[in-house]
């Protein structure tokens, strides 16, 4: 266990001048995907003395936030709320400074002479305007790699109980990758000469084993039980950055170009794939970690969907969706094989700048086995006339490598782990039988 203890005004000199470039090492940060909620979610300790946490994976989230609603529910003798005007205001980069105006006594999550900035729930697309900037322990990383204890981590520390809403049952707050924020997890890590602002996630699709977020430049390896370069064939496109209205999202934007059903593109009104600024900046697909599936335009969703159900083959008979579904369109799998990247229906590809450059979704992404007989598209149709014309959600990237390099502005996706027989949780060889 290595505990890190330069001190913040340097430590933000480095970040800002963004000099560690070579990492040494690799932290691995192992990721659970809960069966009743789909959520992925990772434990760290956090206080004083230790406290396991489990927080919901935000990947465009600006910080780690925990819940501290009620003053028993954060207790640690190393908590320092931010005062007035400090470094952690300024790299949080604080929109308000003030006292406790939300309790009648001082607590974790209000007190005096700290500053604010914005905190968010995705699962329920919410923002409060008072999630107060902390200080305290942070441990975090597991085996084969470090394990890494931080003594003043920066987090956001909220007293609104709504925020929790729809959380996964344990999870008291979420854990923010996002790639602006100063104190996100990857940019705070990276303050570690030993990491970059590089990270890669592989996310399980299995509820029994664990995915993994790697912290650092890689390589990034599974094993069968020899070991496989995953990121060998890493498609990378650029990273854009959207102003959402007041905030500079933390949210990973992506341009494409179009989507591919069997090999044949799908007609889309282009001009809803990129980001339009003049309506504050809805349009444009982004990722993320909190929706299970992915969201598409219902524009898009219809031609998305039209096009695979004509590439079905012909002997699959379509069902409705079993009640309550959120899935539109479903039908048999009776007659669907099964191959080793999933059920044998129609591939879809995302394409990035150029027609060769796509990211490939198989049957284990595209489609979710919702009862015993029964396949469903696993995307949602949903209006989006405020938000992300396309939001690719989980589900779709389990079992893939996301590459995340903050420094050059890139991501870089993978294909399925499945084309080698392998999977997400196969990171440690430590625990191979």
């Not at 927080?55 to 910080?63: A, D, F, P």
């Not at 005096?112 to 200080?135: F, K, M, Q, R, S």
């Amino acid at each position: 266990m290595v505990t890190v203890k330069l001190p913040l005004s340097m430590l933000l000199l480095f970040l800002l001048l963004n000099i560690f470039q070579c990492s040494a090492e690799i932290l691995y940060i192992p990721v659970t995907k809960e069966a009743s909620t789909l959520q992925h979610i990772i434990e760290v300790g956090q206080r004083t003395p230790l406290v396991p946490i489990k927080l919901l994976v935000h990947l465009g989230g600006r910080s780690l936030w925990v819940d501290c609603t009620n003053s028993s529910s954060y207790k640690s003798s190393t908590y320092k709320s931010a005062v007035c005007n400090s470094t952690q205001c300024f790299m949080s980069k604080s929109h308000g400074c003030g006292n406790c105006k939300f309790r009648s006594q001082l607590q974790p999550g209000c007190n005096n002479n700290t500053c604010y900035i914005w905190g968010e729930n995705p699962l329920i697309n919410t923002y409060i305007d008072h999630a107060e900037v902390a200080e305290d322990v942070l441990t975090i990383g597991s085996t084969p790699g470090v394990r890494v204890t931080w003594p003043r981590f920066i987090f956001t520390c909220l007293i609104d109980p709504d925020m929790v809403r729809l959380l996964a049952n344990g999870v008291t707050g979420t854990a923010g990758f996002g790639h602006e924020s100063l104190i996100s997890i990857p940019n705070q890590l990276a303050l570690d000469p030993r990491f970059t602002r590089t990270f890669g996630m592989c996310l399980s699709s299995s509820t029994r084993s664990r995915g993994v977020i790697f912290i650092g430049s890689g390589p990034y390896n599974v094993y069968k039980p020899k070991k496989v370069d995953i990121p060998k064939d890493i498609v990378y496109t650029k990273l854009i950055t959207n102003k959402r209205g007041f905030l500079l999202s933390d949210e990973y934007y992506f341009q494409i170009s179009s989507i591919r059903v069997a090999g044949q593109d799908v007609p889309l009104n282009k001009t809803l794939l990129s980001i339009n600024n003049k309506e504050h900046g809805t349009g444009g697909t982004k990722i993320s970690t909190a929706m299970p599936f992915t969201i598409l335009h219902t524009t898009y969703y219809d031609v998305v969907k039209t096009a695979f159900i004509k590439a079905l083959p012909k002997n699959v008979t379509l069902v409705e969706p079993p009640p309550m579904s959120q899935f539109g369109d479903c039908f048999s799998s009776e007659n669907i094989k099964n191959s080793n990247v999933g059920p044998d229906v129609p591939v879809i590809d995302i394409v990035l700048y150029k027609p060769s450059a796509f990211w490939r979704i198989y049957g284990a992404n595209s489609v979710v086995q919702v009862t015993k007989d029964v396949m469903c598209l696993a995307f949602v149709r949903q209006d989006q006339r405020w938000n992300p014309t396309i939001v690719i959600g989980a589900h779709q990237l389990e079992e893939n490598l996301l590459v995340f390099d903050l420094p050059r502005k890139k991501i870089g996706f993978g294909s399925s782990l499945k084309l080698q027989q392998a999977s997400c949780s196969m990171y440690d060889n430590t625990i191979m039988s």
